[in-house]
């Protein structure tokens, strides 16, 4: 049994900062690239940003410059740091982590809202 559970989340004014946690812990043997997606009401689960084992990172075109992956191998924890915050940005937020002897878990995702 594996579990992915996320932390952080909240309610920001624009312009704001949160940072947002997510820890794997269980039947872990490694884990390969982390991600955090996002999903907003009557919209589609979006990748927002990955981080592979190596450090290798990608990230979305509507949050490059304002957010930050990164990944302590040994917590077997993935943060995403978020500045200036847009109410565009609001949603839950899913952590993703995959494994590589049995492939992908999802967290229960966290809310995040961005007030104007």
């Known amino acids: 049994q594996v579990q992915v559970v996320e932390s952080g989340g909240g309610l920001v004014q624009a312009g704001g900062s949160l940072r947002l946690s997510c820890a794997a812990s269980?039947?872990?043997?490694?884990?390969?690239?982390m991600a955090w997606f996002r999903q907003a009401t009557g919209k589609q689960r979006e990748l927002v940003a990955r981080?592979?084992?190596?450090?290798?990172?990608y990230y979305a075109d509507s949050v490059k410059g304002r957010f930050t992956i990164s990944r302590d191998n040994a917590k077997n924890t993935v943060y995403l740091q978020m500045n200036i915050l847009k109410p565009e940005d609001t949603g839950v937020y899913y952590c993703?982590?995959?494994?590589?002897?049995?492939?992908?878990?999802w967290g229960q995702g966290t809310q995040v809202t961005v007030s104007s």
């Open positions: 269980g039947s872990i043997d490694s884990i390969n690239t």
């Open positions: 993703n982590v995959d494994l590589t002897l049995s492939g992908w878990y």
């Open positions: 981080i592979t084992n190596g450090g290798t990172t």
